[in-house]
């Protein structure tokens, strides 16, 4: 706790032989917590110097001067009383905060508090997130199965379903056709134009129907 000694037009001076110093701490309340005196060259008394001023300072535990401890800000007197007639008095006041618990700083503890809030709504937020994601993933989730034979029959594909200009030239062959793959009943009247039959293809559809009428007659 810093003080100084004046003379009689307030310039500092050094303390000097016959010089007394008072303490007194004050309870956030404002009663008396600790008094107590000092000569000028008291062990607790430590003399710096600067640019030629020379400042005391009263070093002392909290435990030493604190009374019975309250927390909360205390505050102090140190008073100089010279050794001349003038009985000179010069005053020094501060203060200092203490506090009783492990809980000592409150902003510390509101910033920790404002970190923990947005570390639990980042991760409620991350989980969200985590469950929309997964929701769509399984909206999008396509299962591929193999077709099996006769799977899709005849009857399955409307009228005019697919069209000649999808189906690209020699799209099927005549290997890809087994024996009676086609009979007469599936083929309507007028069902294949002259300007749907490419050159030769009206030879190889008489081939066809010879070898089907071969196969049926035996």
Do not use: C, H
Not at 109 to 132: G, H, M, P, V, Y
């Amino acid at each position: 706790m810093p003080f100084f000694a004046a003379d009689s037009i307030g310039s500092p001076v050094a303390l000097a032989d016959g010089d007394s110093v008072f303490l007194t701490i004050y309870y956030p309340s404002g009663t008396v917590a600790f008094l107590d005196t000092l000569a000028y060259n008291g062990a607790a008394i430590t003399v710096s110097t600067f640019s030629g001023w020379t400042v005391y300072n009263w070093k002392a535990a909290i435990a030493d001067i604190d009374g019975t401890p309250v927390e909360g800000t205390y505050s102090y007197w140190i008073i100089v009383d010279d050794n001349t007639g003038a009985a000179l008095g010069t005053p020094s006041k501060g203060t200092f905060q203490l506090y009783t618990t492990a809980d000592f700083d409150a902003t510390l503890d509101e910033n920790a508090a404002i970190l923990d809030s947005l570390q639990r709504f980042t991760k409620a937020a991350t989980d969200s997130l985590q469950a929309i994601l997964d929701s769509l993933q399984a909206t999008l989730d396509v299962n591929v199965v193999s077709v099996a034979a006769d799977a899709i029959e005849a009857g399955d594909f409307k009228t005019a379903a697919i069209d000649a200009d999808a189906i690209a030239a020699n799209a099927i062959g005549s290997s890809e056709l087994a024996a009676g793959a086609i009979s007469y009943a599936e083929i309507t009247a007028d069902a294949i134009g002259a300007s749907e039959l490419a050159a030769d293809a009206v030879t190889e559809i008489v081939t066809a129907m010879w070898n089907y009428v071969l196969v049926d007659t035996g």
